[in-house]
C-alpha cells in the first residue's frame, strides 16, 4: 500500500437540505486544505434537497454532483467512486468532526492500515459537546447489535469520518448496496470479510442537535438492513 506522506485528498460531503450549514463549513475546510502541504478536492453530492443546498455549493466553486436516491448512503456512494484523489475521506456537512482531525487518519494509513475510521467511543475520544443521554443509549445499543450482527471489534461504526485509499474506496462502495445509513456497516462488513486492517481513530466530535436523523425511522431501516447485509453476503451476491 502506498503511504500519504503527500497526498492529494479527496473530500465527499453528502448534503440535504444544507443550504445554510454549507457556506461556513465550505469556507472552513477550504482554508484548512489550502495551507495544507498536498492537493485537494471537495466534492459536495447534493441528495435530492429541497432547498438551495446545491446552488450554495456551486458558488463556493467546489465539485457538486447530484444523487438523486435519498439516503446517505447512496450520497456518499456517489462521492467516493467520483473522486480523483489517492485519498479519499467523508464526512458529514455539519462537521461534527473538525476537518483537522483528518491528519490523525492519516498518520494511521501511514502506519500501515488500509482504512482509517474516526471514533467517538474509545477512551482518548473527545467529546466537548456530547449527545443527549437517551441519543447516546440508543447509539450504544445500536452498536452493540452491529457488532453482534456484522463489525466485529470497532466500538463505533457510525462516526461520519472515514479515510480510504482511492482503490480500497472503489473496491469497497463499488460493491455498496445500502442506500441509507446502514452503509457504514455495509462498507466495513465488507472490509473485515476481505481481511482489510481497520484503525479505529479517537478523534474529536462535536454533537449538533440540527440533526437530518431520525432516530426511530432510521433505527428501523438500519436494522432491516444489516439483516439484507447478512443475507446478500451469504447468497454471494457482493461483486467485491
Known amino acids: 500500500m502506498t503511504t500519504p506522506s503527500s497526498p492529494f485528498l479527496s473530500l465527499v460531503i453528502p448534503a440535504y ?3 445554510r450549514r454549507l457556506p461556513p463549513t465550505l469556507e472552513h475546510v477550504k482554508q484548512y486544505l489550502a495551507v495544507q502541504g498536498y492537493p485537494s478536492e471537495i466534492i459536495v453530492v447534493d441528495n435530492n434537497s429541497k432547498d438551495a443546498t446545491a446552488e450554495v455549493a456551486r458558488r463556493a466553486g467546489v465539485i457538486v454532483l447530484c444523487e438523486p436516491r435519498r439516503g446517505k448512503g447512496a450520497a456518499v456512494r456517489t462521492g467516493m467512486l467520483a473522486a480523483k484523489g489517492e485519498y479519499v475521506l467523508f464526512s458529514d456537512a455539519d462537521l461534527s468532526t473538525p476537518i483537522e482531525e ?3 487518519l492519516m498518520a494511521a494509513l501511514r502506519a500501515g492500515h488500509d482504512i482509517a475510521i474516526g471514533s467517538r467511543a474509545l477512551p482518548e475520544s473527545h467529546l466537548p459537546v456530547r449527545q443527549p443521554w437517551y441519543r447516546e443509549l440508543v447509539g450504544r445499543a445500536g452498536n452493540l447489535l452491529v457488532r453482534m450482527m ?3 471489534g470497532i466500538a463505533d461504526t457510525q ?3 472515514k479515510l480510504f485509499p482511492r482503490e480500497t474506496a472503489r473496491r469497497l462502495f463499488g460493491a455498496q448496496r ?3 445509513i446502514a452503509f457504514d456497516m455495509e462498507v466495513l462488513f465488507l472490509a ?3 481481511g482489510l486492517k481497520i484503525a479505529e481513530v479517537p478523534v474529536t466530535w462535536i454533537d449538533n442537535p440540527d440533526t437530518r436523523i431520525s432516530r426511530v425511522r432510521d433505527s428501523a431501516d438500519a436494522i432491516k438492513d ?3 447485509i447478512r443475507i446478500t453476503w451469504l447468497l454471494r451476491r457482493y461483486q467485491v
Request: net charge neutral; aromatic share 4%.
Open 159 to 161: 462516526c461520519g469520518f
Open 17 to 19: 437540505n444544507e443550504e
Open 226 to 228: 444489516l439483516i439484507r
Open 178 to 180: 445500502m442506500t441509507g
Open 102 to 104: 483528518v491528519e490523525k
Open 192 to 194: 473485515q470479510r476481505l
Open 150 to 152: 456484522a463489525v466485529h
